[in-house]
């Protein structure tokens, strides 16, 4: 998984309790992304960054917040866990901007959260 | 949503049949993305065609584009039992910063 990790990898948690997943990478990549894959939907992205403390919205942004306080390490945080949260959640990386050159996304394991 | 759509949902094939899927999407893009994903594991990038390129090959895999029919399909000859895993088509906006994903073909391969 292209030196990306993500924790936990499995976590059970009750409705309206804050919740912070993890990304880490080892590849000095400068963009990193959050994914939600739920059934029929594919892949929807929550948010990305392009740098350090630099983020934006992706598609389905609503009650989820990301930091990014070193290039290795991008936090997506759910203030207060709904049920409607509960996913597998990928965390990419990738060189460059999507239409970069070097625009592969590298993905990680990913986060199996259940929100009871 | 600009979401993609991606047909067959599901596919059942012998071992050395070729296997195609297809996605279809509805915007203007700027390249077109096929992805694996094995159960339980997160998705592998496999192969990129460009919006001003018709046909693309990787090893086994055969890409195609056709933009005016807003469709690519992907092709998987002499598939092999390794080979069975979802399949996922994204696709990039010509603005460059936001990748969509189909909803994937499940493809089993029976040894």
């Known amino acids: 998984d292209a030196g990306i990790t993500q924790s936990p990898r499995h976590k059970v948690t009750e409705t309206g309790t804050p919740v912070t997943l993890r990304c880490h990478q080892t590849?000095?990549?400068?963009?990193m992304y959050w994914y939600r894959q739920d059934p029929g939907h594919g892949l929807r992205l929550i948010h990305y960054?392009?740098?350090?403390?630099?983020?934006d919205k992706g598609e389905v942004s609503d009650g989820y917040s990301v930091s990014r306080s070193k290039t290795e390490d991008f936090l997506l945080t759910l203030e207060s866990a709904t049920s409607s949260q509960t996913s597998v959640y990928f965390c990419?990386?990738?060189?460059?901007?999507?239409?970069?050159?070097?625009?592969?996304?590298?993905f990680g394991p990913g986060t199996r959260l259940t929100v009871l | 949503s600009q979401q993609g759509e991606e047909d067959p949902q599901a596919l059942s094939i012998q071992e050395g049949e070729n296997a195609t899927m297809n996605c279809s999407y509805k915007?203007?893009?700027?390249?077109l993305q096929w992805y694996r994903q094995n159960s339980g594991r997160g998705l592998v990038h496999l192969i990129l065609?460009?919006?001003?390129?018709r046909e693309k090959h990787s090893g086994r895999l055969r890409v195609t584009l056709d933009t005016s029919k807003k469709s690519s399909s992907l092709l998987i000859t002499a598939s092999r039992a390794a080979d069975t895993a979802s399949y996922f088509c994204?696709?990039?906006?010509?603005?460059?910063?936001?990748?969509?994903f189909g909803g994937g073909t499940r493809l089993m391969v029976k040894p």
């Open positions: 960054s392009y740098g350090v403390k630099d983020t």
């Open positions: 990419a990386i990738s060189a460059s901007g999507l239409a970069g050159v070097y625009n592969e996304q590298f």
């Open positions: 065609i460009r919006s001003n390129e």
């Open positions: 590849e000095n990549h400068r963009y």
């Open positions: 994204a696709f990039l906006n010509n603005a460059g910063n936001m990748l969509t």
């Open positions: 915007t203007s893009i700027n390249n």
